[in-house]
């Protein structure tokens, strides 16, 4: 597993990051702008207390004002480390470096672990890129079944019977909700499903 994690002027949610994700960890990933003094500090901080837990390291310092070009520099990055697991710490660093990292995973379609502390390290974030990316194929169908699943019905004749709904579609339906990852292959519903929910039954 390699963990990608941004750098600003603090290594302390990066350190924690990789205590989090210790396990199976083959690399750090350090993405940063070290062009002050408080920056290289951290990076020199962080970087010694990898070297200090024997894990691998690699550096890749950006200029955070020119969004494409980070883009493209991690672009290489990650598609030169392809097959491997990521995870991706997003807690520190300039806002428009944490975009540009997040927004590369997007356009290379590759699926990544997602990690924001909050500030006041009350709170992590974590969920995987594929949970907040929704086909445009979603219809009332789906969500209605999805509901009735979450109240309870679990199989296909229970869920026609509570939605009136006939069994040949409630069937396809089912199989086009796993398909999705919307349903797990027991017909549970999954974290993007549940999400799903939420949109659209707000």
């Not at 009735?148 to 069937?171: C, D, E, F, R």
């Amino acid at each position: 597993m390699i963990l990608i994690v941004t750098l600003g002027f603090e290594e302390k949610f990066q350190v924690r990051a990789v205590m989090r994700n210790n396990s199976n960890l083959e690399k750090v990933i350090i993405i940063g702008y070290f062009n002050e003094e408080k920056s290289q500090k951290a990076l020199k901080s962080f970087s010694d207390f990898l070297k200090i837990a024997n894990i691998n390291q690699e550096i890749l310092e950006v200029d955070p004002h020119d969004f494409f070009e980070v883009i493209s520099k991690l672009s290489k990055v990650i598609l030169s480390n392809q097959g491997n697991e990521f995870v991706v710490n997003l807690s520190g660093g300039m806002r428009s470096l944490t975009l540009a990292v997040f927004s590369t995973f997007l356009i290379l379609n590759i699926d990544a672990k997602v990690e924001i502390e909050t500030e006041d390290f009350k709170t992590l974030i974590t969920f995987k890129i594929s949970d907040i990316l929704f086909p445009k194929s979603i219809g009332d169908d789906h969500i209605m079944i999805l509901n009735a699943i979450k109240k309870g019905y679990k199989t296909v004749n229970s869920i026609h019977k509570v939605l009136n709904m006939p069994v040949s579609t409630v069937w396809r339906r089912v199989r086009e909700l796993r398909e999705l990852g919307l349903l797990d292959k027991n017909n549970e519903i999954t974290t993007k499903g549940e999400i799903a929910l939420k949109i659209y039954l707000s």
